[in-house]
């Protein structure tokens, strides 16, 4: 089973960038237990971060090229603004699980509102890193009983 994580907009700064709401693990460290993981379920993980949408919709279309089974999906900022990104996850009809380290229900109006939710399995949030490791294991779930 393939899976992909992509990450989005200033994760690349998780573990500096505000750590009283991101936390102190550094992205490569939640790749790196996340790879680990999947492993235990017999499934490969490969992992991806941009600031850019673009390069976000391109790994999503290439997802579906590579045949890979599920997305675990943190788009950050661009979750309350691109709808892009919310077309090319419908348009590639790869189960995907929404994945937020803060709880944006909880934070700013703005943030309330998540383009990516309404075609995703479901959105986790407000766990900070173990918000992966949630979503890995809902999305192998999903997928060994689909």
Not at 4 to 26: A, C, S, V
Not at 30 to 46: G, K, M, Q
Request: charged share 15%; net charge negative; proline share 3%.
């Amino acid at each position: 089973m393939k899976l992909l994580l992509l990450n989005g907009p200033n994760l690349n700064l998780l573990g500096t960038r505000e750590p009283e709401t991101y936390g102190y693990q550094t992205l490569d460290d939640i790749v790196a237990e996340l790879t680990h993981e999947a492993s235990l379920h017999s499934a490969s993980l490969s992992a991806f971060q941009s600031n850019h949408e673009g390069e976000l919709i391109d790994q999503i279309q290439q997802a579906q090229r590579d045949e890979v089974s599920g997305i675990i999906f943190n788009p950050g900022g661009l979750t309350h603004s691109s709808i892009a990104l919310r077309d090319a996850i419908a348009g590639v009809s790869i189960p995907t699980v929404e994945v937020h380290l803060s709880n944006i229900h909880a934070r700013e109006a703005f943030r309330h509102t998540s383009y990516i939710a309404g075609v995703s399995l479901g959105q986790i949030c407000g766990f900070g890193p173990k918000g992966y490791a949630l979503a890995l294991d809902a999305l192998i779930s999903f997928l060994a009983h689909k």
